[in-house]
């Protein structure tokens, strides 16, 4: 790597791809953008010189990558819990459903850069023993799902898939897989329901995917950036990749930027960067407005008013010292004209919505939360209205077979801890704190 | 009965998984139909069952549970508009009053001449290009405008 390049990254004021380095290249997704940067070469080198998956696991947890679907789960201790040699079919699976509102970034870089998926999925494999492999894509990203088909029909042409992959003992077959609306998908056991064929019901667990996953088979779950993140860190060394970010958080990640910014869009940047610095590089709050709350990680992750994100670093430990998450990098921005009071409630139709039905407290807890904060929304609240949503949360919280429950409870926890005023200025006059202003 | 380009668009699923699993491509079996159908009936999801060895009712399950399936005749071109909170923060009630306007029919209702019919999403996905819309599941719209509205609207009224 040139050197200074590293340098300028450490400064945390730039961003610094590895998953959307094909994203500025002609003809991103193509076979032939990949090899050009050195693609492939990886699990070539990896099945020439028989590095061993012991050895290759040992490089990963040095390089301190965490599950980047949300979690942030150390991908190397995850890694280690399918056993190589273990007999009988095994999988690897890759999880592309990204629905939690504001997340965008594997939608990118299967449109740009399917190629790092696959090379990390089949190093994946390698490292696991596994021979079979499914990519599951949201449903609503159907361009995306054909050019990954696409990538997926080239890779097989050229041998980096399929059996005997470039002339190595080595097998792998990887296929796409097409959600079809259900953001519970993304949640991995429902996933694995889905992939069977039935409603995506998330597993009552343990038993983990690990031991009993697609078809009851050994079954190894990961965000797309994970595998994404592999090729580079095989290529350049696990301490590379930890030296790019801050302790604890190893690497690069991709914040996908919405909401009220001059240029939303996904930013992949060391993790460890200020807030502030991120919120320049998408061009600073909108039509010069002020900074009022930003959703750090997705709405199952708590929001921040202005103040707090403000002197916060994007990384596992400085999000969560600031009583939030970098959840799924899908940081929301909200400008000085937005309404608390609604935005709350149309996550909440959004978790009442996408619930699976499976737990009481969720079907029926994300239900309550919703028509209260509806009877508020239409001027008809009640003063007790605000602590019997924080009740209905808390006793969602915790006792779901899933994170979904736990999830629906953030938002109203969360917004209610830092815009109480407008929940009860809301209520009082039965009109929003803040009159929305359209330019 | 399933035409013979649907089946043949089902086998090609049914390679993606192992022999005695074929029931791992209801979802792709029912998406293939409703493409080609507009919507899904109870003979076509039985149809669907039945092809792939597997209780009606399993198949009924997956229609009713993912919400992109649609179980009532939709328009010829179904409009689906993001409304969740990155689209909201862009304004997409703007463009969903306008769509309303425009087509003079409301969330889950069809147009007169059968040619669209709307209906609220959640996260697509792509929430940078707020507000989006897809048109019959497959081609997203993004960076939408009442102006850009009326433009797609019009080619594909063409």
Redo the contacts between chains.
């Keep these: 790597m040139e050197k200074g390049r590293q340098n300028k990254a450490f400064e945390k004021k730039e961003t610094f791809p590895i998953c959307l380095r094909t994203s500025h290249l002609d003809d991103s997704a193509s076979l032939k953008t990949y090899l050009d940067i050195g693609g492939y070469q990886q699990i070539q080198r990896i099945l020439r010189e028989k590095i061993s998956p012991e050895k290759l696991i040992e490089e990963i947890k040095i390089s301190g990558l965490r599950g980047r679907g949300g979690a942030g789960f150390p991908t190397g201790i995850k890694w280690s819990f399918i056993q190589n040699d273990s007999p009988g079919t095994k999988y690897i699976v890759c999880n592309s459903d990204?629905?939690?509102?504001?997340?965008?970034k594997?939608?990118e870089i299967i449109k740009n850069n399917p190629h790092q998926i696959i090379e990390g999925m089949t190093i994946a494999a390698y490292i696991m023993g596994a021979q079979v492999g499914?990519n599951y894509i949201?449903?609503?990203?159907?361009?995306e799902y054909e050019s990954f088909e696409n990538a997926l029909a080239e890779a097989k042409k050229a041998n980096f898939l399929g059996k005997s992959i470039c002339g190595f003992n080595f097998d792998f077959e990887l296929?796409a897989?097409?959600?079809?609306?259900?953001?519970i998908c993304g949640e991995e056991t429902a996933l694995i329901e889905?992939?069977?064929?039935?409603?995506?019901q998330p597993r009552f667990k343990p038993p983990f995917p690990a031991t009993y996953g697609i078809?009851g088979r050994p079954t190894n779950v990961n965000n797309t950036e994970t595998y994404a993140s592999i090729p580079w860190i095989i290529q350049n060394g696990g301490e590379s990749f930890a030296n790019i970010g801050v302790e604890n958080s190893g690497g690069t990640k991709i914040f996908?930027?919405?909401?009220?910014v001059e240029n939303?869009?996904?930013y992949e940047i060391p993790l460890g960067m200020p807030f502030n610095e991120l919120l320049k590089l998408a061009g600073g709050v909108w039509k010069g407005r002020t900074l009022k709350a930003v959703?750090p990680g997705g709405?199952s992750t708590p929001v921040l008013p202005a103040s707090e994100i403000m002197k916060t670093t994007l990384d596992y430990d400085g999000l969560k010292n600031a009583g939030s998450s970098v959840g799924a990098g899908?940081l929301?921005?909200?400008d000085d004209t937005?309404c608390m009071v609604s935005?709350l409630k149309?996550?909440s139709y959004?978790f009442y919505?996408?619930s699976?039905g499976q737990c009481t407290p969720c079907r029926e807890g994300t239900g309550w939360v919703y028509r209260v904060i509806k009877r508020i929304v239409e001027g008809k609240g009640k003063p007790e209205d605000m602590e019997l949503l924080q009740d209905v949360s808390q006793k969602i919280s915790g006792r779901t077979i899933c994170a979904l429950g736990d999830a629906a409870a953030v938002p109203v926890l969360s917004f209610i801890k830092y815009f109480k005023s407008e929940f009860e200025y809301f209520i009082k006059n039965g009109k929003s704190m803040v009159a929305k202003t359209?330019d | 009965m399933l035409t013979k380009i649907t089946i043949q668009k089902i086998d090609k699923e049914l390679k993606k998984f192992p022999d005695d699993q074929k029931q791992s491509a209801i979802i792709a079996a029912l998406q293939i139909i409703q493409t080609e159908n507009g919507f899904l009936t109870n003979d076509l999801i039985a149809m669907a069952a039945d092809y792939l060895d597997m209780p009606k009712i399993a198949a009924m399950e997956v229609a009713t549970f993912y919400n992109m399936f649609e179980l009532k005749p939709a328009g010829k071109y179904k409009i689906s508009i993001c409304t969740n909170i990155s689209c909201a923060l862009r304004d997409a009630d703007d463009i969903v009053c306008h769509l309303k306007k425009k087509l003079k029919i409301d969330f889950n209702e069809v147009t007169k001449d059968k040619k669209f019919s709307l209906k609220e999403s959640e996260c697509m996905g792509a929430c940078g290009g707020a507000p989006l819309m897809t048109v019959n599941n497959q081609k997203m719209y993004e960076y939408l405008t009442p102006q850009k509205v009326d433009q797609i609207l019009e080619e594909l009224d063409s």
Excluded: Q
């Design positions: 990204e629905g939690e509102p504001g997340t965008f594997d939608r499914y949201h449903g609503e990203i159907w361009e296929f897989f097409h959600g079809y609306g259900a953001y889905s992939i069977e064929g039935k409603k995506g078809y996908s930027v919405s909401g009220h939303p869009g996904n959703i709405p899908s929301i921005v909200m937005t935005t149309r996550l959004f919505e996408e699976c359209h």
